[in-house]
């Protein structure tokens, strides 16, 4: 159930910042999570906010080129099809 596990991943999610800092990759795939159970529950709003906020972290650690930025953008994709919000 995708309600019990955005819970639970919210809990989780500031005692990984607590421990790992703000900036760490660890952050940005809770984040990552957060988003794909938020897609899951279909709230594409909430999935694109945690998937941008991942983006970040990845963009400041990695770079745009990397491949997890790859896959945070299938995702990302995925989320505003779904939302059916097109630029």
Request: charged letters at 25%; glycine letters at 6%.
């Amino acid at each position: 159930e995708y309600d019990a596990a955005i819970k639970l991943l919210l809990r989780a999610l500031p005692l990984l910042k607590k421990y790992y800092g703000d900036k760490h990759d660890v952050v940005s795939r809770m984040l990552t999570n957060l988003g794909n159970a938020y897609r899951g529950s279909n709230d594409s709003a909430r999935a694109i906010e945690y998937y941008l906020e991942a983006q970040k972290l990845i963009h400041e650690k990695f770079g745009p080129d990397h491949i997890i930025n790859a896959s945070l953008l299938i995702n990302l994709g995925e989320a505003y099809y779904s939302s059916d919000e097109f630029d």
